[in-house]
């Protein structure tokens, strides 16, 4: 069936490093990709999607490109914040079906 | 302002009670979903909802109901079956086969 396969985390980073979190699929047919942030005690929100292969999502710095090659959609960032220090969910939908992954932990120490 | 709203934020619930959890929209979408969130863990589907007056069980339906009278509204109902109902409940919407959007979530904690 379709799934979402994120990097385990938690993931430590000093501030202005540069982040990768990654991100592989599994779906049949042309599924569409996303990543959601969730900050502590909130619910999850939209960070960026893509929608066909080789597109390029981006928002607030943070980037990630729909590889069908590889089957992946790795987040990047060239230079994090303390203030993204969140949880990171890789998403995919295929038809009316979503699934997401286990979601990734990101701490940013000044 | 357009958005989803859940109340109440925080929830206690004595064991043997159902509760029932709100989430409602007003960004006029057809789909509505329910998640369950638990410490460290990603989202698991209890419910979701496609059109009015029809919904469908998601991976964990068990010990939870819902309802879709109206297309602003779908909320789900704890039941006193649900053995371990501590956890983070979030709601979502979303027009059919688009992103979907959340709201801030409702905490149950059962004393």
């Known amino acids: 069936g379709d799934s979402v396969t994120q990097m385990e985390g938690p993931v430590t980073l000093s501030e202005e490093a540069f982040l990768t979190i990654n991100c592989t699929y599994t779906?049949?047919?042309?599924?569409?990709l996303f990543w959601y942030v969730q900050y502590p005690g909130e619910g999850l929100q939209l960070l960026l999607k893509?929608?066909?292969?080789?597109d390029k999502g981006s928002n607030k710095g943070f980037e990630a490109t729909y590889r069908k090659e590889t089957t992946s959609f790795h987040l990047e960032k060239g230079s994090v914040q303390v203030s993204d220090s969140a949880v990171y969910f890789c998403a995919l939908k295929t038809g009316n079906q979503f699934y997401f992954g286990t979601g990734t932990s990101l701490t940013v120490i000044p | 302002d357009g958005g989803i709203t859940q109340s109440p934020k925080y929830l206690f619930r004595k064991e043997g009670q159902n509760v029932t959890l709100s989430c409602e929209q007003n960004?006029?979408?057809?789909?509505m979903y329910w998640y369950r969130q638990d410490p460290g863990q990603g989202l698991r589907l209890i419910y979701y909802?496609?059109?009015?007056?029809?919904?469908q069980k998601g991976d964990i339906a068990e010990g939870y109901s819902v309802s879709r009278e109206k297309k602003e509204s779908f909320p789900l109902t704890v039941t006193s079956a649900q053995k371990n109902p501590t956890a983070f409940y979030l709601c979502?919407?979303?027009?059919?086969?688009?992103?979907?959007?959340f709201g801030p979530g409702t905490r149950l904690t059962v004393l």
């Open positions: 893509a929608t066909k292969a080789d």
């Open positions: 960004l006029n979408h057809d789909a």
């Open positions: 979502a919407s979303s027009f059919l086969y688009n992103e979907q959007f």
């Open positions: 909802s496609q059109i009015v007056n029809d919904f």
């Open positions: 779906a049949t047919g042309y599924p569409s």
